[in-house]
C-alpha cells in the first residue's frame, strides 16, 4: 500500500519520501499544466497499486473537502488535484 502524504523521521526531522505526492505548492503540475495552489497537491498513483477510494478519503481527510481535479493517464495512473478546503 503506497502512502498518500510523505514519511518523517522525527529522530532525524527530515523527511524521508514524498509518498504519492506528485507536485506540491507552487510546483508546475505537467498533468494539469498549471502551477499547483497554495496548500495543494497533486498525487500521482497505480491504481492497481493503491485503491483510489483510499487515496480520495485521506486526500478528503487532511484537506476537509472533495478533489477538484481528476485524470486518468494513457500509462494506467491516475492524477488527483487535491486543494485545502478546511479554513
Known amino acids: 500500500m503506497g502512502r498518500v502524504w510523505f514519511l ?3 529522530k ?3 523527511r524521508i519520501g514524498d509518498g504519492l ?3 506540491k505548492s507552487g510546483e508546475y503540475d505537467p498533468v494539469f499544466e498549471d502551477n499547483v495552489p497554495w496548500k495543494s497537491v ?3 498513483f497505480n491504481p492497481t497499486d ?4 483510499d487515496v480520495i478519503y485521506w486526500l478528503s481527510y487532511v ?3 472533495p478533489y477538484t481535479k481528476r485524470r486518468k493517464l494513457l500509462n494506467g495512473k491516475v492524477a488527483i488535484r ?3 478546503q478546511a479554513w
Open 63 to 65: 484537506h476537509g473537502g
Open 42 to 44: 497533486t498525487v500521482l
Open 50 to 53: 493503491v485503491p483510489e477510494e
Open 21 to 23: 505526492v506528485f507536485r
Open 8 to 10: 518523517y523521521d522525527h
Open 82 to 84: 487535491s486543494d485545502y
Open 12 to 14: 532525524t526531522q527530515t
